[in-house]
Protein backbone atom coordinates (compact mmCIF):
# COMPACT_ATOMS: atom_id res chain seq x y z
CA UNK A 1 0.00 0.00 0.00
CA UNK A 2 2.38 2.15 1.08
CA UNK A 3 4.43 1.42 -2.25
CA UNK A 4 1.59 2.15 -4.31
CA UNK A 5 1.18 5.74 -3.02
CA UNK A 6 4.92 6.50 -3.44
CA UNK A 7 5.30 7.88 0.12
CA UNK A 8 7.69 6.98 3.22
CA UNK A 9 6.57 6.18 6.04
CA UNK A 10 8.28 9.43 8.75
CA UNK A 11 11.24 8.54 10.96
CA UNK A 12 11.10 9.33 14.23
CA UNK A 13 14.04 10.52 16.28
CA UNK A 14 15.42 8.24 18.69
CA UNK A 15 13.72 9.39 22.24
CA UNK A 16 16.03 9.91 24.80
CA UNK A 17 15.74 7.61 27.89
CA UNK A 18 14.16 9.23 30.65
CA UNK A 19 16.68 9.83 34.01
CA UNK A 20 14.98 9.24 37.46
CA UNK A 21 15.19 12.51 38.99
CA UNK A 22 17.82 12.28 41.44
CA UNK A 23 17.44 11.61 45.17
CA UNK A 24 17.51 14.24 47.28
CA UNK A 25 19.87 13.90 50.33
CA UNK A 26 18.64 14.02 53.71
CA UNK A 27 19.00 17.05 55.46
CA UNK A 28 20.28 17.50 58.55
CA UNK A 29 18.43 18.12 61.52
CA UNK A 30 18.87 21.08 63.43
CA UNK A 31 19.83 20.73 67.10
CA UNK A 32 21.28 17.02 66.66
CA UNK A 33 23.95 16.77 69.32
CA UNK A 34 26.73 15.44 67.10
CA UNK A 35 29.24 14.85 70.11
CA UNK A 36 32.33 16.74 70.20
CA UNK A 37 34.55 16.90 67.12
CA UNK A 38 38.05 16.57 66.75
CA UNK A 39 38.97 20.00 65.94
CA UNK A 40 37.14 21.39 68.91
CA UNK A 41 39.21 19.59 71.24
CA UNK A 42 42.80 19.64 69.17
CA UNK A 43 42.55 23.05 68.86
CA UNK A 44 42.05 24.33 72.26
CA UNK A 45 44.35 21.63 73.17
CA UNK A 46 46.94 23.29 70.79
CA UNK A 47 46.15 26.84 72.09
CA UNK A 48 46.91 25.90 75.75
CA UNK A 49 50.18 24.07 74.97
CA UNK A 50 51.08 27.59 73.18
CA UNK A 51 50.32 29.67 75.79
CA UNK A 52 52.23 27.17 78.02
CA UNK A 53 54.88 26.84 76.24
CA UNK A 54 55.31 31.01 75.86
CA UNK A 55 54.83 31.15 79.62
CA UNK A 56 57.73 28.70 79.85
CA UNK A 57 59.78 30.45 77.22
CA UNK A 58 59.61 34.20 79.05
CA UNK A 59 59.98 32.77 82.80
CA UNK A 60 62.24 29.65 82.50
CA UNK A 61 63.94 29.74 79.28
CA UNK A 62 64.56 33.16 78.28
CA UNK A 63 64.38 34.57 82.02
CA UNK A 64 62.39 37.54 80.85
CA UNK A 65 60.18 37.61 83.92
CA UNK A 66 61.62 37.62 87.25
CA UNK A 67 59.95 34.23 89.45
CA UNK A 68 59.00 36.44 92.35
CA UNK A 69 56.55 38.59 89.66
CA UNK A 70 55.31 35.76 87.74
CA UNK A 71 56.63 31.80 88.29
CA UNK A 72 56.98 29.44 85.70
CA UNK A 73 54.19 27.18 85.20
CA UNK A 74 56.17 23.72 87.05
CA UNK A 75 56.33 26.24 90.28
CA UNK A 76 52.85 27.22 89.82
CA UNK A 77 51.83 23.57 89.35
CA UNK A 78 53.55 22.02 92.18
CA UNK A 79 51.87 25.09 94.26
CA UNK A 80 48.71 23.85 92.72
CA UNK A 81 48.88 20.22 94.21
CA UNK A 82 50.22 21.21 97.68
CA UNK A 83 47.68 23.89 98.36
CA UNK A 84 44.94 22.15 96.57
CA UNK A 85 43.15 21.43 100.16
CA UNK A 86 42.55 25.39 100.63
CA UNK A 87 42.03 26.07 96.69
CA UNK A 88 39.78 23.94 95.69
CA UNK A 89 36.91 24.31 98.35
CA UNK A 90 37.49 28.49 97.87
CA UNK A 91 37.07 27.28 93.39
CA UNK A 92 33.67 26.23 94.65
CA UNK A 93 32.86 29.20 96.66
CA UNK A 94 33.63 31.63 93.78
CA UNK A 95 31.80 29.15 91.18
CA UNK A 96 29.22 29.19 93.38
CA UNK A 97 29.17 33.41 93.92
CA UNK A 98 29.92 33.81 90.14
CA UNK A 99 26.83 31.72 88.68
CA UNK A 100 24.55 33.04 91.71
CA UNK A 101 25.19 36.83 90.75
CA UNK A 102 25.01 35.81 86.90
CA UNK A 103 21.75 34.23 87.09
CA UNK A 104 20.57 37.27 88.89
CA UNK A 105 22.37 39.66 86.76
CA UNK A 106 20.18 37.49 84.06
CA UNK A 107 17.25 37.66 85.34
CA UNK A 108 17.21 41.27 86.09
CA UNK A 109 19.11 42.43 83.13
CA UNK A 110 16.62 41.13 80.83
CA UNK A 111 13.52 42.82 82.41
CA UNK A 112 15.42 45.80 81.99
CA UNK A 113 15.65 45.36 78.60
CA UNK A 114 12.43 44.07 78.06
CA UNK A 115 11.09 47.82 79.63
CA UNK A 116 13.34 49.89 77.34
CA UNK A 117 12.88 48.16 74.34
CA UNK A 118 8.66 48.49 75.38
CA UNK A 119 8.91 51.82 76.13
CA UNK A 120 10.34 54.22 74.49
CA UNK A 121 9.68 56.84 77.18
CA UNK A 122 11.45 54.63 79.76
CA UNK A 123 14.39 54.74 77.55
CA UNK A 124 14.98 58.09 77.43
CA UNK A 125 14.54 58.52 81.47
CA UNK A 126 17.06 55.60 82.51
CA UNK A 127 18.99 54.48 79.43
CA UNK A 128 21.77 57.90 80.36
CA UNK A 129 21.71 56.11 84.21
CA UNK A 130 22.35 53.03 83.28
CA UNK A 131 25.61 54.29 80.79
CA UNK A 132 26.58 56.09 84.07
CA UNK A 133 26.38 53.27 86.10
CA UNK A 134 28.32 51.19 84.33
CA UNK A 135 31.03 53.96 83.83
CA UNK A 136 31.62 54.09 87.03
CA UNK A 137 35.32 51.74 88.21
CA UNK A 138 34.08 48.87 89.80
CA UNK A 139 36.97 48.33 92.18
CA UNK A 140 36.41 52.00 93.55
CA UNK A 141 32.93 50.51 94.88
CA UNK A 142 34.70 47.76 96.61
CA UNK A 143 35.34 49.07 99.95
CA UNK A 144 32.28 50.92 99.79
CA UNK A 145 29.67 48.34 98.99
CA UNK A 146 31.15 46.44 102.86
CA UNK A 147 30.04 49.48 104.49
CA UNK A 148 26.59 49.68 102.67
CA UNK A 149 25.74 46.11 102.32
CA UNK A 150 27.87 44.55 105.05
CA UNK A 151 30.18 41.44 105.19
CA UNK A 152 29.03 37.80 103.45
CA UNK A 153 28.10 37.14 100.14
CA UNK A 154 25.98 40.93 99.50
CA UNK A 155 29.14 42.48 98.40
CA UNK A 156 30.29 39.60 96.18
CA UNK A 157 26.77 39.28 94.69
CA UNK A 158 26.41 43.43 94.11
CA UNK A 159 29.84 43.31 92.35
CA UNK A 160 28.90 40.88 90.11
CA UNK A 161 25.64 42.34 89.21
CA UNK A 162 27.12 45.84 88.85
CA UNK A 163 29.37 44.45 86.08
CA UNK A 164 27.16 41.72 84.25
CA UNK A 165 23.87 43.82 84.28
CA UNK A 166 24.62 46.54 81.60
CA UNK A 167 26.00 44.34 78.48
CA UNK A 168 22.56 41.31 78.94
CA UNK A 169 20.20 45.12 79.02
CA UNK A 170 21.57 46.24 76.12
CA UNK A 171 21.55 43.04 74.31
CA UNK A 172 18.13 42.26 75.30
CA UNK A 173 16.39 45.73 74.24
CA UNK A 174 18.49 45.75 70.96
CA UNK A 175 16.90 42.26 70.04
CA UNK A 176 13.63 43.59 71.15
CA UNK A 177 13.77 46.36 69.05
CA UNK A 178 14.95 44.96 65.86
CA UNK A 179 12.81 42.19 65.03
CA UNK A 180 12.73 41.96 61.07
CA UNK A 181 10.18 43.60 59.46
CA UNK A 182 8.74 40.35 57.63
CA UNK A 183 8.47 38.58 61.02
CA UNK A 184 6.60 41.53 62.44
CA UNK A 185 4.48 42.21 59.39
CA UNK A 186 3.38 38.40 59.83
CA UNK A 187 2.31 38.91 63.66
CA UNK A 188 0.08 42.03 62.26
CA UNK A 189 -1.71 40.22 59.74
CA UNK A 190 -2.92 37.26 61.73
CA UNK A 191 -4.26 39.51 63.79
CA UNK A 192 -1.94 38.44 66.95
CA UNK A 193 -2.20 40.06 70.64
CA UNK A 194 0.60 42.23 71.61
CA UNK A 195 1.57 39.05 74.00
CA UNK A 196 1.13 36.78 71.11
CA UNK A 197 3.57 38.96 69.13
CA UNK A 198 5.93 38.77 71.81
CA UNK A 199 5.91 35.26 72.78
CA UNK A 200 5.95 33.86 69.65
CA UNK A 201 7.98 36.17 67.29
CA UNK A 202 10.10 39.20 68.90
CA UNK A 203 11.35 37.30 71.68
CA UNK A 204 12.42 34.36 69.77
CA UNK A 205 13.72 36.59 67.29
CA UNK A 206 15.65 38.72 69.75
CA UNK A 207 17.13 35.43 71.88
CA UNK A 208 20.09 35.20 69.45
CA UNK A 209 21.03 38.91 70.15
CA UNK A 210 20.45 38.42 74.10
CA UNK A 211 23.29 35.02 74.19
CA UNK A 212 25.69 37.40 72.82
CA UNK A 213 24.98 39.69 76.18
CA UNK A 214 24.78 36.44 78.03
CA UNK A 215 28.21 36.16 76.84
CA UNK A 216 29.82 38.71 77.43
CA UNK A 217 28.85 39.24 80.94
CA UNK A 218 29.91 35.72 81.58
CA UNK A 219 33.24 36.19 81.99
CA UNK A 220 32.40 39.93 83.53
CA UNK A 221 30.70 38.08 86.83
CA UNK A 222 33.94 35.98 87.21
CA UNK A 223 35.72 39.27 87.45
CA UNK A 224 33.50 40.62 89.52
CA UNK A 225 33.26 37.65 92.06
CA UNK A 226 36.58 38.29 92.71
CA UNK A 227 36.66 41.62 93.25
CA UNK A 228 33.77 40.96 95.49
CA UNK A 229 36.07 38.73 97.45
CA UNK A 230 38.83 41.41 98.03
CA UNK A 231 36.63 43.13 100.39
CA UNK A 232 34.30 40.45 101.96
CA UNK A 233 35.18 37.15 104.63
CA UNK A 234 34.02 34.75 101.75
CA UNK A 235 37.75 32.52 101.66
CA UNK A 236 37.06 32.45 97.97
CA UNK A 237 39.65 32.40 95.21
CA UNK A 238 40.20 36.48 95.70
CA UNK A 239 40.43 36.03 99.29
CA UNK A 240 43.11 33.59 98.19
CA UNK A 241 44.66 36.06 95.82
CA UNK A 242 45.37 38.85 99.04
CA UNK A 243 46.10 36.12 101.62
CA UNK A 244 48.70 34.11 100.01
CA UNK A 245 50.22 37.74 97.78
CA UNK A 246 50.42 39.04 101.19
CA UNK A 247 52.96 36.63 102.52
CA UNK A 248 54.75 36.50 99.34
CA UNK A 249 53.70 32.85 97.96
CA UNK A 250 53.12 34.10 94.55
CA UNK A 251 53.57 30.81 92.73
CA UNK A 252 49.81 29.86 94.89
CA UNK A 253 48.69 33.20 94.42
CA UNK A 254 49.31 32.71 90.52
CA UNK A 255 47.52 29.03 90.67
CA UNK A 256 44.32 30.32 91.92
CA UNK A 257 44.59 33.02 89.05
CA UNK A 258 44.87 29.72 87.04
CA UNK A 259 41.76 28.09 88.49
CA UNK A 260 39.93 31.39 87.84
CA UNK A 261 40.71 31.28 84.32
CA UNK A 262 39.87 27.20 84.12
CA UNK A 263 36.26 28.38 86.04
CA UNK A 264 35.76 31.29 83.39
CA UNK A 265 36.44 28.89 80.31
CA UNK A 266 34.27 26.16 81.98
CA UNK A 267 31.02 28.62 82.77
CA UNK A 268 31.50 30.08 79.03
CA UNK A 269 32.00 26.64 77.42
CA UNK A 270 28.11 25.67 79.27
CA UNK A 271 26.57 28.93 78.24
CA UNK A 272 27.64 28.01 74.62
CA UNK A 273 25.85 24.58 74.93
CA UNK A 274 23.18 26.10 76.30
CA UNK A 275 22.46 28.36 73.15
CA UNK A 276 22.91 25.73 70.80
CA UNK A 277 20.21 23.41 72.73
CA UNK A 278 18.06 26.52 73.18
CA UNK A 279 18.67 27.45 69.62
CA UNK A 280 19.38 25.31 67.29
CA UNK A 281 18.42 27.04 63.77
CA UNK A 282 20.69 30.07 64.10
CA UNK A 283 23.00 27.15 63.10
CA UNK A 284 21.00 26.07 60.64
CA UNK A 285 20.13 29.44 58.93
CA UNK A 286 23.80 30.92 59.38
CA UNK A 287 27.20 30.57 57.01
CA UNK A 288 28.77 29.04 60.44
Not at 30 to 53: D, E, H, K, S, T
Not at 155 to 178: K, W
Not at 253 to 275: D, N, P, Q, T
Request: with cysteine.
Amino acid sequence: MTEATGTRPERRPPEDPVEPPPVPATPPVAGRWRGPQPANVGLPLLGLVIALGFWWLVTSGLGLVHPASLPPPQTVWNSLTLSSDVLLPALGITTLMTVLGFLISTVAGVLIGMTLAASRRAERMFAPLLVAVNAVPKIALGPLLVVSVGWGEKPILTMVFLLCFFPIVLSTATGLTTTPADLAELARSLNASWWQSFRKVRFPAALPQIFVGLKVAMPLAAIGAVIGEFYSDKPGLGYQILQYNGVGDTATAWAAIVLIAAMSIALYSALSFVERLALPWVRATTAR
